[in-house]
């Protein structure tokens, strides 16, 4: 069984900084392509970044409002991908799903992570 | 940049009834790169279709989805009860980078 589990979040002030992670269970973990989608409250659904499998160069992409403050990152020996955001705002505020990328011919995320929410405010 | 704009924003339907959601992108795209999600409140998205057309593990035959170029379709074909949701479209391009619509709230008459 696919699981996927987000931790990490809680409140920040702006400017702050906070890592999450997401631990990663049932699929090849080393192969997949891994991302990171937020929605803020009450809000559609955001992609913000991803990065590839080490077969990919562990390539990473983000979109551009966070490009430069947010930092995705992988660790395959413990199948978790890590997302560090710095410089955080209040529009950050958010919950933050990681999923996976189903396959390199389709390109949809399949499963997700249940999310972890961050709120940015003084 | 794509966009991807969904419609209607909001239906009001009962269940039994019938419904087909749209997702229109400005550009044309690979109907392979389409898919379509379920978000119920407090839960993650969860993949219904991928490749516009091809149904994810366990999801039930009365979803189905269409569409090329630059017109997509949901179709839901009797609502059930836990139909109820929001739907999102998704589309994967180059960059890479993916982009979602705003969602379509498919809610109880």
């Known amino acids: 069984e696919v699981q996927m589990v987000e931790s990490g979040g809680g409140l920040v002030k702006p400017g702050g900084s906070l890592r999450l992670s997401c631990a990663a269970s049932?699929?090849?973990?080393?192969?997949?392509?891994m991302t990171w989608v937020r929605q803020a409250p009450g809000k559609g659904l955001e992609w913000i970044g991803l990065?590839?499998?080490?077969?990919?160069?562990?390539?990473?992409d983000y979109t551009a409002p966070v490009n430069g403050r947010f930092t995705i990152s992988r660790d395959d020996s413990k199948n978790t991908v890590y997302l560090q955001m710095n410089s955080l705002k209040s529009e950050d505020t958010a919950v933050y799903y990681c999923?996976?990328?189903?396959?390199?011919?389709?390109?949809?995320?399949?499963?997700w992570g249940q999310g972890t929410l961050v709120t940015v405010s003084s | 940049e794509i966009v991807l704009t969904q419609s209607p924003g909001t239906v009001s339907l009962s269940p039994g009834e019938g419904a087909t959601l749209s997702c229109r992108t400005s550009?044309?795209?690979?109907?392979?790169?389409l898919a379509w999600y379920q978000q119920k409140p407090g839960q993650a998205p969860r993949l219904l279709i991928y490749?516009?057309?091809s149904r994810a593990t366990g999801i039930p035959d009365r979803f189905s989805g269409s569409g090329s170029g630059t017109d997509f379709s949901l179709t839901i074909s009797r609502l059930e009860p836990e139909d109820f949701a929001v739907y999102y479209c998704?589309?994967?391009?180059?960059?890479?980078?993916?982009?979602f619509g705003q969602g379509t709230k498919v809610e109880i008459k």
């Open positions: 490749g516009s057309s």
């Open positions: 990065i590839k499998s080490k077969g990919g160069g562990e390539t990473t």
């Open positions: 999923a996976k990328v189903r396959s390199m011919s389709c390109y949809s995320l399949d499963y």
């Open positions: 049932g699929f090849n973990f080393n192969a997949a392509w």
């Open positions: 550009q044309s795209v690979s109907s392979a790169y």
């Open positions: 998704l589309q994967y391009h180059s960059s890479p980078s993916w982009t």
